[in-house]
């Protein structure tokens, strides 16, 4: 086995296990990373006219938008208002992907690094289990 498929596999096995055990508030945390740093590599792919990774980054960050989606309770109004956002998001991660063009997709990054900002405030403040507390952040994880 190839040092690089090895360390590939350790580095997997690594990331399901951090998973495995995160705390909801920390799991949140690394979703919005996930996305973040998916919508940078599209970017730079974009830029490179490599359409094909493009759209195999793009469509990783969107995943995870529907995963982000699907841990909302929409009994709370902020998850609605969160609903909204995220499907903008989706919306403008598919305007990029059918015009090849990145301007969509680092906006659609930087409300992503904004949000992961506050909910990296509100886990610090109120601790790793807080997006699991509905009534605080609408959402079920």
Do not use: C, H
Not at 44 to 71: C, P
Not at 89 to 110: M, S, T, W, Y
Request: without cysteine.
């Amino acid at each position: 086995m190839p040092n690089t498929a090895k360390r590939s596999k350790l580095q997997d096995q690594y990331l399901q296990a951090a998973v495995a055990t995160a705390p909801p508030g920390r799991l949140l945390l690394m979703l919005y990373d996930g996305a973040i740093s998916f919508l940078s590599q599209a970017i730079e792919v974009l830029e490179a006219r490599d359409y094909e990774e493009a759209n195999r980054l793009i469509v990783r960050a969107q995943d995870i938008i529907a995963e982000l989606i699907s841990a909302l309770d929409m009994k709370y109004e902020v998850a609605r208002s969160l609903y909204q956002l995220y499907d903008y998001f989706n919306r403008r991660l598919i305007e990029a992907n059918v015009k090849k063009d990145g301007v969509p997709a680092g906006e659609v990054q930087g409300y992503l690094k904004e949000l992961r900002e506050t909910w990296a405030k509100v886990v610090a403040d109120v601790g790793p289990g807080a997006a699991s507390q509905p009534s605080a952040a609408g959402m079920e994880v």
